[in-house]
């Protein structure tokens, strides 16, 4: 699901990788915010929180969102360096290499937290560091998607959940095409999937580091770096010559 690209992808793949680095993004955004009250994957929190901290003349909550919003930012640009110099260099594994990062510096920053931070208090740093990475998974599957997915925020995917669902029950009064009556179905169901994943996420986030703070981000770091070793043992060792890299799985699989 991190080695095929737009036109290669099936609507299976999108499934298997939207829902999973949904319910990634669903944990983090929740340890973030018990971390230090702000979101990590979603921006669209801090920019309101941002704009009442102004409204308040509460500088240091006003610092925080625009710190977090920057960390966002810098994570989609340092995934599109990557994504841009891997194609260059033909290397077609590079967005299993972007989710690999990205689970290599969550265990990076769990182990930060564990050694270098008192275990009392809110510290800016980690949540800084999960925005970062926030941005970078975002930007990742928003490029391999060709724009179908975002898994750091359900607010766009929400949005077309409601369109999908107004033409599927508008069908029944004006009939369409059975294909592209089919097409609707499969969307509603990549739409649903993605956001009860990010739901579900947030829900064991909010058990998961409640519980186990120290730990809680090294276990999602190894569900992140698990998603990503596929794609780069399918580059390392690629199929037969005989068979196609394209999915061949018919679109009713979603």
Known sequence: MLFLEKGNRSFLHDRQLGCSLAFVAGAVNVAGFLSVGSYCANMTGNVTAFAIGLQKGQAEEVVTCIALIASFFLGAMMCTFLVNGGRRRGQKAIYAYSILLEGLLLATIDVVQFFWLPPSG?????PLGL???????NATVTRISGSVVRTTHV??????LGIELADWVDAFRHPVDPEHHAKTVLRLRLHSKIIACFIGGGAVGAFGYSTWPRFFLMGVACVVIALAL???LANAFPAPSGQTERDTTPPSSV
């Not at 809110?122 to 980690?126: A, D, K, R, V, W």
């Not at 925005?131 to 998974?137: A, E, K, T, W």
């Not at 607010?155 to 077309?160: A, E, F, P, S, V």
């Open 122 to 126: 809110h510290h800016i740093l980690p």
């Open 131 to 137: 925005s970062f990475l926030m941005g970078l998974q």
């Open 155 to 160: 607010t766009g995917m929400i949005t077309d």
């Open 230 to 232: 596929p794609g780069i």
